[in-house]
């Protein structure tokens, strides 16, 4: 196994073996022992070496419009749905 250590003496790296040829350049696999490595804290933020790894994703402003109208869009058609269905059930109830 290779450790690197930077300047604060944590390790930069933990590689071991060699990495599958379709992996990114400059990708390698973490060795079990480097699993000690990785962290959580009480928020379930995940850490390796003591820094946080960015877990989270934020949509673009065309994917949060896109959404909202797709949102929308569904929300019409079921409250279209809803007041079908009520006219046919008073329809019903009216023997029309």
Avoid: C
Avoid at 20 to 37: D, Q, R, T, Y
Avoid at 50 to 79: N, P, S
């Amino acid at each position: 196994m290779n450790i690197e250590l930077n300047e604060a003496g944590g390790s930069a790296k933990a590689v071991d073996g060699t990495a599958p040829s379709h992996w990114p350049k400059g990708v390698g696999p973490i060795s079990w022992n480097a699993f000690e490595l990785l962290g959580v804290d009480d928020a379930d933020n995940l850490y390796w070496d003591g820094k946080r790894i960015k877990t989270e994703v934020a949509l673009g402003k065309a994917a949060q419009l896109v959404g909202g109208l797709i949102a929308l869009f569904t929300f019409l058609a079921a409250a279209a749905t809803v007041s079908m269905a009520i006219v046919d059930v008073w329809r019903y109830q009216a023997g029309m």
